[in-house]
C-alpha cells in the first residue's frame, strides 16, 4: 500500500457542487499539507496542518477549506466548486525533523 | 516572497549522456534544499537533497551541487536513462519559514 494515498484519483463535477478531496498516510508523520498544481504554474500551497489541531492557510486558501480529523488523515473540500479550480491537487506529508515531503498520487479535478 | 527558478524548460538528451538541471534561488536565508523527481501521472519523488553547509552531494547516479555565491543549485544524472524521463523540480526552505517553496520544473527527456 502507498505510503500517503489519495481519494478519488480522478474526477469531474459541475459548478457549485460541493467536492471533498481525501488524503491518508501511514507514514506516521505529524505534518500534512494540500498542494495544486497547474501548467507552468508549478506547486502551490493551499492549506497545512502541523498537527490535529493546527490549521494553516496557504498562499492559495481562498475558495478551499481543509479538516484534519486524525494524525493520518487530512482532506480538502471545495465549497462551491469552479472552473478555475480545475487543478491536479496533491497531498503531502513530512516529518517533524526533515523538511522532505513525501507525496500521494493526486487528484485530477475537473470541474465543468 | 521570493521564488525558486530555473534555466531550462525543457532538456532532451541521448540515453547515456550525462544530465545536468539548472535552479536558480534568491534568497539567502535558504538553507535547505531538496530535488524532485515527477512522472507522468504520479506524485513528485524525493531525489536527494542537500543542506547550506555542503556543497556538494552524491547519490546512486545523481549529484546535487550548491553555489551559494551566485544562489544556484544543480542536478547532475549520470548515465542518463529513458527512465529518467520526467519532470525535476527544486524545492527550497528559507530559514524562518515552515513549509517548502517548489520552483516549476524542467522536462527531461531521454531518447533512446
Known amino acids: 500500500d502507498a505510503d500517503v494515498t489519495q481519494t478519488p484519483r480522478n474526477r469531474i463535477t459541475k459548478t457549485g457542487k460541493r467536492i471533498m478531496l481525501e488524503c491518508s498516510q501511514t507514514k506516521g508523520h505529524d505534518r500534512m499539507y494540500w498542494y495544486r498544481q497547474d501548467p507552468g504554474l508549478g506547486l502551490r500551497l493551499i492549506y497545512y496542518?502541523?498537527?490535529?489541531?493546527?490549521?494553516n492557510k496557504g498562499e492559495i486558501s481562498d475558495g478551499y477549506s481543509v479538516s484534519r480529523q486524525a494524525q493520518a488523515k487530512f482532506s480538502l473540500s471545495l465549497e462551491s466548486a469552479i472552473p478555475n479550480q480545475t487543478a491536479l491537487y496533491f497531498c503531502?506529508?513530512?516529518?517533524?525533523?526533515?523538511?522532505?515531503?513525501?507525496f500521494g498520487s493526486g487528484t485530477r479535478l475537473t470541474v465543468v | 516572497g521570493e521564488s525558486v527558478g530555473l534555466h531550462l524548460p525543457t532538456l532532451s538528451v541521448q540515453e547515456g549522456d550525462n544530465s545536468i538541471i539548472n535552479c536558480a534561488y534568491s534568497?539567502?536565508?535558504?538553507?535547505?534544499f531538496i530535488w524532485y523527481k515527477q512522472e507522468s501521472g504520479k506524485g513528485p519523488q524525493f531525489i536527494i537533497d542537500?543542506?547550506?553547509?555542503?556543497d556538494k552531494r552524491q547519490g546512486q547516479r545523481v549529484t546535487v551541487l550548491l553555489n551559494k555565491t551566485v544562489k544556484h543549485l544543480s542536478l547532475q544524472i549520470a548515465a542518463t536513462q529513458p527512465g529518467d524521463s520526467a519532470v525535476y523540480f527544486c524545492?527550497?526552505?528559507?530559514?524562518?519559514?515552515?513549509?517548502?517553496?517548489f520552483g516549476k520544473g524542467t522536462m527531461l527527456l531521454v531518447s533512446p
Open positions: 524545492a527550497e526552505n528559507i530559514r524562518g519559514y515552515s513549509t517548502l517553496t
Open positions: 503531502a506529508t513530512s516529518d517533524r525533523v526533515s523538511y522532505g515531503y513525501t
Open positions: 542537500i543542506r547550506s553547509n555542503m
Open positions: 534568497n539567502s536565508a535558504s538553507d535547505y
Open positions: 496542518s502541523f498537527d490535529v489541531k493546527d490549521i
